[in-house]
């Protein structure tokens, strides 16, 4: 058994990548010793956000219900997150948990009152981890892997893979095997990305004429709360079935607002990258960038919520003076390594590193950065050996 480090766009569909290796771990250990009250989990998944985590864990659930429907046992699966009653959660823990979906700042809450223990766990699946870094849980997740007592298989997934990325995966995996689908921060070919340049006033206004160039459901991403009200209203003012939801907003509304958009009961979902991370919406036909976001990793998350397991989706991007050149030369490069259109306002923009760009892409300096993690825990192992046998 190998940890793992997965790279792919978001939408490649890797969340049944972990979950059925998480599920199965859970049956073969159900099956050889039952759980009993106050054991497990067997495996863990971690999240960064709660709409992502209530996302795996529906997914979990409806494969276990299949495999219990199918004569297998059944499995219990704790979702431990923020907005759940904590004696909801615990009267699963009392029976034995097989498997928990969740968030870092709930699983720590529930470690530090000894609520939950990872004594039996093996099995942990780190979803996002990209995001989940940036958020500022990296302390709190390597505070969670001190919990574990015993070897465990670790599964790292995200879709890209910068410097703090990779130094954080050097020191939580042991000689991972690198699968890659497609180049680490590369954007998912089956998306259509436009770039408008539009005045600050007047987005708008044009979202409107925006919004018409595809069938719903569309996704708008605004970088702040306030907009997303404004938005939201101003849709709403036009005869837009909109729901929002952002940071500010409680759990439940957020909820209720992910679930119309999800079932077709909204045609629209305004959202910041918070509220919308990592939920799989499989037929979000646009995505909307009110803004451009400031890192251009953000950007690839934003658009890979459309274009999903194969599907083509439409991705417009609104820039302006506003925006810092830095970012606008990066999202230059990445339209033009994936053969799209690019504007002649970006198009008109000097990048002094514009060759150092290109020979990073052929040679692959992303992934060739993670595979040095591999290689320099092979050297160490194999001099780790030379000096055994030496003595």
């Known amino acids: 058994v190998r940890d793992m480090i997965g790279i792919a766009f978001t939408g490649s569909g890797k969340t049944l990548v972990f979950c059925l290796p998480m599920i199965m771990c859970a049956l073969e250990q159900e099956t050889k010793v039952p759980i009993i009250a106050g054991e497990g989990p067997f495996g863990l998944c971690i999240n960064p956000s709660r709409e992502l985590a209530r996302q795996t864990h ?12 199918g004569g297998f ?7 431990a997150m923020g907005g759940i009653d904590m004696r909801e959660q615990q009267s699963i823990l009392s029976s034995g948990c097989h498997m928990c979906v969740a968030t870092p700042g709930r699983l720590m ?3 530090g009152k000894k609520k939950i223990r990872l004594d039996l766990c093996r099995y942990l699946a780190l979803d996002e981890a990209d995001r989940m870094i940036d958020m500022g849980f990296e302390d709190e997740v390597r505070t969670i892997l001190s919990y574990f007592k015993g070897q465990r298989q670790t599964l790292l997934f995200s879709a890209t893979m910068p410097q703090h990325i990779q130094t954080f995966a050097k020191s ?7 699968v890659n689908v497609g180049r680490a921060g590369a954007t998912n070919l089956d998306v259509i990305q436009e770039v408008e340049y539009v005045k600050q006033e007047a987005r708008i206004v044009y979202l409107l004429e925006c919004l018409q160039k595809t069938a719903p459901p569309a996704l708008i991403f605004c970088e702040n709360k306030a907009d997303v009200d404004d938005i939201h209203e101003y849709l709403l003012l036009k005869g837009v ?3 929002s939801s952002h940071g500010g907003k409680a759990q439940s509304e957020r909820e209720a607002a992910v679930k119309d958009f999800k079932f077709g009961r909204a045609d629209v979902l305004v959202a910041t990258d918070v509220a919308a991370k990592g939920l799989d919406f499989p037929d979000v036909q646009h995505v909307i960038n009110f803004d451009m976001p400031k890192e251009i990793e953000t950007y690839v ?19 302006n003076k506003q925006c810092n050149e830095s970012i606008l030369l990066d999202l230059k490069y990445l339209l033009k390594e994936a053969r799209q259109r690019i504007p002649p306002v970006l198009m008109q923009l000097e ?6 760009r290109a020979d990073m892409a052929k040679s692959g300096t992303a992934l060739s950065s993670v595979m040095s993690i591999v290689d320099q ?9 030379r000096g055994g046998d030496s003595m």
Not at 58 to 69: F, G, R, S, T, Y
Not at 73 to 79: G, H, S
Not at 351 to 356: A, G
Not at 377 to 385: G, I
């Open 73 to 79: 046992p059944q499995l219990r699966t704790l979702i």
């Open 172 to 178: 939580a995996l042991v000689m991972p095997v690198l």
């Open 377 to 385: 825990q092979k050297r160490l192992v194999r001099s780790a050996q």
């Open 351 to 356: 990048d002094p590193d514009e060759d150092k």
């Open 301 to 319: 998350h934003r658009i890979g919520r459309t274009g999903r397991c194969g599907k083509t989706g439409v991705a417009t991007t609104f820039i």
């Open 241 to 243: 079935d909109a729901v």
């Open 109 to 111: 809450d529930m470690l």
């Open 58 to 69: 529906d997914v979990v659930i409806e494969h276990c219900e299949a495999l219990a429907q």
